[in-house]
């Protein structure tokens, strides 16, 4: 299975198809209003931010200036007009996919939520930051544990290197330390899972590199688990022997001294 791509066009047409189902299969079922923010009122503004959205990827693109230009143009969005967007349109998935479970359309609300993966992994490549990572974290779990062959994995190394590359300070500072849910933890934690599964010693090494430095507090488990696994699962020798020189330094020297 290839990984959403994060083009904003591609996004739209997901979306909207979505959305569709889960706007028509609400108003068959015409449940009484009751000040709910209904689906069909999430579908507009989700149509709203999608139009902003293409309209940033618009002039972001722009290779030469149009003929006629606006004589006040709106400028480029900045980082904080980005990271608000990729906020709201999180939230909006959100509540767009509790919607398609609360109507029973589980493939789509699948679908809603991985979205969050090529809205984020768009916004970070426009140059925002991004500030809710807990759906963007969960939809790259389904993607590893659905990305079979070494190039989807790698693919999807490459971009949690982004997501991490572009999560706020706030969730850098790693604070919530005594929560191991949190999203740092396990958006790092997979990227190095999902670089062991790559069997690409040059991915761990840098996956590793990284794990260690954001997360020193977890590197030893992570090595010692991970030795288990290379001889459970048969793991190629040159995998294998990245495992086993980090698991080496972080849990055998660190014990001897």
């Not at 990271?83 to 509790?98: F, K």
């Not at 493939?107 to 984020?120: I, N, V």
């Not at 969960?138 to 991490?164: C, H, P």
Request: proline letters at 8%.
């Amino acid at each position: 299975m290839g990984l959403p791509p994060a083009d904003i066009h591609l996004l739209a047409d997901a979306l909207r198809d979505a959305v569709d189902e889960v706007v028509e299969i609400y108003e068959q079922d015409a449940p009484p209003a009751t000040g709910q923010v209904t689906p069909k009122l999430l579908a507009e503004a989700a149509g709203q931010l999608i139009e902003i959205l293409k309209r940033i990827d618009s002039d972001h693109n722009a290779d030469t200036p149009p003929l006629d230009p606006d004589p006040h143009p709106p400028g480029p969005a900045s980082e904080e007009d980005l990271s608000q967007l990729a906020d709201y349109g999180l939230s909006l998935l959100g509540d767009l996919a509790a919607w398609a479970e609360r109507l029973g359309v589980q493939d789509r609300k699948r679908d809603l939520e991985l979205l969050a993966f090529p809205l984020a992994l768009w916004v970070t490549r426009h140059g925002g930051e991004l500030r809710t990572m807990e759906p963007v974290v969960n939809a790259v779990a389904v993607l590893a544990n659905q990305s079979k062959d070494n190039r989807a994995l790698e693919e999807l190394y490459g971009a949690t290197g982004e997501l991490i590359d572009a999560a706020a300070l706030t969730i850098r500072q790693d604070l919530e330390k005594g929560n191991p849910g949190r999203p740092w933890r396990v958006l790092n934690l997979n990227r190095a899972i999902i670089a062991t599964r790559t069997h690409n010693p040059r991915i761990m090494e840098q996956a590793f590199g990284t794990l260690v430095q954001n997360l020193p507090e977890d590197a030893p488990a992570f090595f010692r688990e991970g030795m288990g696994q290379m001889d459970a699962l048969d793991y190629p020798a040159p995998v294998r022997a990245v495992m086993e020189r980090y698991y080496r330094r972080w849990c055998l020297q660190h014990t001897l001294h």
